[in-house]
């Protein structure tokens, strides 16, 4: 039994519901309390590194009868993901949100965001998934809508409509398991299709889930609402959805129902892998014409989830790790690069590259990070992301995917063709007239773009004990497949 | 052309639904989860109304999610419209006699109304959800009738994030007190059918009926005020 994993979720809501009343009285409370909470948040997560998987009976009510939250490896390594990225971008909100009225209300959803995430990620139940799942997707609609410009209003509500299409799909499912299998638990319906064996309607089910979570993944063709929703949320809310919004709600809960409830089956496989491929491709391309930094970094995160899916699908060890440790290094960099991303247009009030040039002269600490950020996205040693990427195209190889890993090696060199467009468009030649006067960003600003550079270091370097702690143990889970019902019901 | 690919599409959808449908014992015995619930729910939970022993007790975790999808939508609301305001005041045309005479008669007997749907949640149909609709009716009547009456905002916002912190203490007790598990019910359970038992079912239900109340009437608020 383990007693934090409540904490994970309670925490942030609670966080949410005191803060407004708090506001009231000081107004700064807010991004205090978001970042005490989220310090709190990273502690309990890395705390519960190496812990055996153990479930956690909410109001002592054993599975299948009330609700269970469940951790192994694999929620371990999301939990831990998306606590560090939340920390890092509070750190930034905190000087970054200035500009924007509201803050209460900011944190408020905020820290709503990352509990409903952590809800999804911990949960073993079908219904309090999609529970969650609209938590954090409500509240990802509010804060695309927060700047309240044209621009952003008419972002969100492309995004609110698709999206609501997508948990549709997915309640629908929900709807059509339950009366299956007549329970709710995610443990118990694998036990049940296990017995039974697996009929048209199941089959139904799991493409209902690979649509709807495949559209809050943004995979090619489900992806058209993310390059005009992140690119129109603030920078901060940019990252946390690039980086580990459509991780969550999306990949992981796509293969948590595949591997362990479902099971993979090679039909599945090959059909998220074409998924995968697709995302690659088509988003890689359609990357390069963009003038927009955000919208190109948009369509990036399409294309680096891709490689995520075309891992974790693949089945193997070696492709899973790969496509685990490539969401993490993703969630990384392309937080990283929002941030920056926000950081220049902070200073510069534009996003476009074509009015950009020799920033490096007057911002050095975010051109430093952001060229980090860049060159990891495009796969150069030792950043973490040359690593990620040399997985997977090894694990596609070993496994006779020859076009596959082509298309996969190609894509690489398409992505670091288009950023390094973007590095001369921005931090090299001449500085325009207009933007003679900018200056660096703020200090907390800074911290949290050095850290996160520092991180994709780090992570390339130190990737035997990341393996070792986190990547194997969330690798074993979703090898065991099915045996998750043990794990549920064995303890 | 994107007539017949829709049409496509949503034929395709159709027979999945239909095959799903046709895979469902439907009329057969109930759901293994339902039997169990009535079955026991009585004895474990002390409460006599079925509905609500699920609702807050067995998956009493699903509507504190509920609760916060709410929440949400509340104030991602209020965040979208907040820069909209402080737009001048229109004179509003006042509402006949008949009308607002009425409104002001029928307010406080369906705030009452309200009130004793959510405290006997556990006894009778209904709960917080439904008492705290029946509440926001209340005061959307008012908008009818007494045209230029307000909610205060301060106050609506209060009780609401109140409502919520209420449920999440409850639940952290039981961390404390309830053997280690959040949202187990510590309390007594009393007598079966009597207005103090099921432990703690009736707190987070009085909870949520204020919650949701203040919450629609907050929405509403909003709404009247984006339209005028």
């Not at chain 1, 900011?106 to 809800?119: D, H, K, P, Q, R």
């Not at chain 2, 022993?53 to 009493?60: D, Q």
């Amino acid at each position: 039994m383990n007693h934090i994993l409540p904490l994970f979720i309670a925490f942030p809501l609670g966080a949410a519901f005191l803060m407004l009343i708090l506001a009231k009285l000081w107004r700064r409370i807010g991004g205090l309390f978001a970042f005490l909470i989220s310090l709190c948040l990273v502690i309990f997560s890395i705390s519960n590194i190496g812990k055996e998987p153990s479930i956690y009976r909410m109001g002592n009510w054993p599975p299948p009868w009330g609700i269970v939250l469940v951790s192994d490896g694999l929620s371990t390594l999301l939990l831990l993901t998306i606590s560090v990225i939340a920390f890092l971008v509070i750190i930034f909100s905190l000087q970054y949100m200035d500009r924007y009225t509201a803050k209460p209300k900011y944190y408020a959803l905020f820290m709503l965001l990352v509990g409903g995430m952590n809800g999804v990620v911990l949960t073993g139940d079908f219904f309090n998934l999609f529970v969650f799942l609209e938590i954090a997707s409500i509240a990802s609609y509010a804060l695309v809508a927060f700047g309240c410009e044209h621009e952003e209003l008419e972002a969100s509500f492309k995004y609110l409509i698709l999206s609501g299409v997508a948990s549709t799909f997915i309640l629908l499912g929900i709807a059509i398991l339950y009366s299956l299998t007549g329970t709710l638990n995610m443990a118990d319906v694998a036990r049940t299709i296990g017995t039974k064996g697996v009929n048209s309607a199941v089959l139904f089910c799991t493409s209902l889930f690979i649509m709807g979570f495949g559209l809050k993944a943004a995979l090619v063709p489900f992806h058209p609402w993310l390059p005009d929703a992140h690119p129109a949320a603030p920078a901060p809310i940019s990252a946390m959805l690039s980086g580990v919004l459509i991780k969550a709600l999306g990949v992981y809960a796509l293969i948590r129902l595949i591997f362990n409830v479902f099971g993979l089956s090679s039909f599945i496989s090959s059909v998220l892998m074409v998924l995968g491929g697709l995302s690659m491709v088509v988003a890689g391309l359609l990357a390069i014409g963009q003038d927009d930094l955000k919208r190109m970094l948009a369509y990036s995160s399409i294309s680096q989830i891709g490689y995520v899916v075309v891992g974790l699908a693949l089945g193997t060890p070696l492709g899973i790790v790969g496509g685990l440790f490539h969401l993490m290094n993703h969630a990384t960099f392309k937080a990283l690069l929002f941030l920056s991303s926000g950081a220049i247009e902070y200073s510069t009030d534009t996003r476009k590259l074509s009015l950009m040039g020799g920033l490096s002269q007057r911002m050095p600490v975010t051109t430093t990070s952001a060229t980090v950020g860049f060159l990891s996205i495009s796969g150069v040693p030792p950043l973490n992301g040359f690593w990620s990427k040399l997985i997977i195209v090894i694990a596609l190889v070993q496994a006779g995917h020859y076009i596959l890993a082509s298309v996969a090696v190609l894509v690489s060199f398409l992505t670091i063709l288009y950023f390094m467009k973007v590095q001369r468009n921005l931090f090299f030649g001449d500085l325009p007239a207009k933007l003679a006067k900018i200056k660096e960003v703020p200090s907390l600003m800074r911290i949290a773009l050095v850290v996160l550079a520092i991180m994709c270091l780090a992570m390339g370097l130190l990737y035997p004990l990341l393996s070792s702690t986190v990547l194997n143990p969330a690798r074993d889970v979703l090898l065991k497949g099915t045996a998750y019902v043990q794990t549920v019901f064995g303890l | 052309m994107r007539a017949i690919i829709s049409l496509f599409l949503i034929s395709v959808l159709a027979w999945g639904i239909a095959t799903a449908l046709n895979e469902i014992p439907f009329g057969a015995a109930k759901t293994k989860v339902g039997e169990y619930y009535i079955g026991r729910g009585k004895e474990q939970t002390g409460a006599s109304n079925i509905v609500t022993s699920v609702v807050v007790n067995y998956r009493g975790f699903d509507t504190l999610g509920e609760v916060t999808v709410l929440f949400v939508a509340a104030i991602g609301l209020g965040a979208v419209l907040a820069t909209r305001r402080k737009k001048e005041k229109r004179d509003v045309e006042p509402a006949s006699l008949v009308l607002y005479t009425g409104c002001r008669l029928l307010f406080p007997l369906i705030l009452l109304f309200g009130a004793y749907i959510f405290i006997h949640g556990h006894l009778t149909p209904g709960g917080g959800f439904q008492g705290g609709a029946v509440v926001a009716s209340a005061f959307v009547l008012v908008y009818l009738g007494c045209r230029g009456r307000r909610i205060s905002e301060t106050a609506s916002k209060t009780v609401e994030s109140l409502g919520g912190l209420v449920f999440i203490v409850v639940g952290l007790v039981g961390l404390a007190v309830g053997g280690g598990y959040f949202l187990s019910n510590y309390l007594p359970k009393g007598e079966l059918n009597s207005l103090f038992s099921a432990g703690i079912i009736p707190i987070i239900y009085i909870a949520i009926g204020f919650k949701v109340g203040s919450e629609l009437a907050g929405v509403i608020d909003h709404l009247v005020e984006e339209s005028e």
